[in-house]
């Protein structure tokens, strides 16, 4: 390997791979944040410094305005070129989408460029080709706390989960059983709910896990308060309309207590996104609903997280769900 001007290399007219804008994109701020991955992921070029491998990174490169690029110069007849610029290109192996729901957040698979299955993909129900309404009903409800956060109604006994159990907009609202929604999903689609949350009733779905907005240890707190208001006066306004409401357990350390104002001692019935590599989140999160509910056996749902987890809930006697993108490829 050797580093050369990136004015010495020369893209290769026939070159066979296309990457479309936003793609282009993502990969140009990819090697702005991840510049050595170039180090040990060189640019292939024969003796004529003509591209054989990496024609898209070199493009990426130029508009990040690299000046120097690292080339591995290979010393092949034609032959072996034209064949090398294919299999560079060709992918042998799957995904184990198992393994990546359990690992990473779609969110950040989807910024390295990695397509993930039901990740920006068309709503099913047509709710983005909807108009945005700026409707919220004119209402306060009753509060226990002084930021004014929704209480919720004290919920009868649950004893078990309404099926099917479906990321908001991953099903068309005609199957006929909308079951429970939950919203271990992109947060945009919350936006329409909190614009409209009529379209959940009008749904007819019997029960939802509490909308789940993004929120880090580096969320402002002011920010925070602001987002678990929404998702607790989304649920308690549901609630009022008949509509079972698992309280949403899901979101970081510095906001775990802040996130159990205007929920009643005594409520029993929870749910949570679980990840392989995040399980002391996940025993921290039981032991919140053991607090809240008072009883050593909550009832409480956990979605995703692999094999481990799973085992969690046996022991535990929680009811698990396995993670959408594993489901949708079978």
Same mark, same amino acid.
């Given at each position: 390997m050797q580093?050369?001007?990136?004015?010495?290399?020369?893209?290769?007219?026939?070159?066979?791979?296309?990457?479309?804008?936003?793609?282009?994109?993502?990969?140009?701020?990819?090697?702005?944040?991840?510049?050595?991955?170039?180090?040990v992921r060189p640019i292939v070029v024969n003796q004529d410094m003509v591209i054989l491998g990496g024609n898209m990174r070199f493009k990426a490169m130029k508009e990040a305005m690299w000046k120097q690029v690292p080339v591995e110069v290979v010393d092949w007849d034609e032959a072996k070129q034209r064949e090398f610029i294919i299999k560079d290109n060709v992918g042998f192996g799957e995904w184990d989408w198992d393994s990546l729901a359990n690992e990473y957040m779609p969110e950040e698979l989807a910024e390295w460029g990695l397509d993930v299955p039901g990740f920006d993909e068309p709503d099913p129900d047509g709710f983005e080709e909807q108009e945005k309404a700026p409707w919220i009903p004119d209402c306060l409800f009753p509060s226990d706390n002084e930021y004014d956060i929704p209480t919720l109604l004290p919920l009868y006994p649950v004893s078990m989960l309404d099926i099917p159990f479906a990321p908001y907009g991953f099903q068309s609202r005609d199957n006929g059983n909308p079951g429970t929604y939950h919203f271990y999903v992109d947060d945009y689609r919350f936006d329409a709910l909190w614009d409209d949350p009529y379209k959940l009733i009008?749904?007819?779905? %019997?029960?939802?896990?509490?909308?789940?907005?993004?929120?880090? !240890? +580096?969320?402002?707190?002011?920010?925070? #308060?602001?987002?678990?208001? %929404?998702?607790?006066?989304?649920?308690?306004?549901?609630?009022? !309309? +008949?509509?079972?409401?698992?309280?949403? #357990?899901?979101?970081?350390? %510095?906001?775990r207590e802040l996130n159990q104002l205007g929920i009643p001692k005594g409520y029993n019935?929870?749910?949570?996104?679980a990840y392989a590599n995040r399980f002391d989140d996940l025993e921290a999160e039981y032991h919140i609903a053991k607090e809240i509910s008072g009883l050593d056996n909550p009832?409480?749902?956990?979605?995703?997280?692999?094999?481990?987890?799973?085992?969690?809930c046996q022991e535990k006697n929680l009811i698990w769900q396995d993670n959408i993108m594993t489901l949708k490829n079978g």
């Open positions: 580093v050369v001007s990136i004015s010495e290399i020369k893209p290769n007219p026939s070159n066979p791979r296309l990457i479309k804008d936003d793609k282009f994109k993502k990969l140009v701020q990819s090697l702005k944040d991840f510049p050595e991955m170039a180090n009008k749904s007819g779905c %019997k029960a939802i896990v509490e909308p789940n907005l993004s929120l880090f !240890n +580096e969320t402002p707190k002011s920010y925070g #308060l602001f987002l678990i208001y %929404k998702k607790r006066w989304i649920a308690r306004f549901l609630q009022s !309309n +008949e509509i079972k409401v698992l309280v949403d #357990l899901n979101v970081s350390k %510095k906001f019935a929870f749910a949570t996104r009832f409480m749902v956990v979605y995703g997280g692999g094999k481990q987890v799973h085992k969690f």
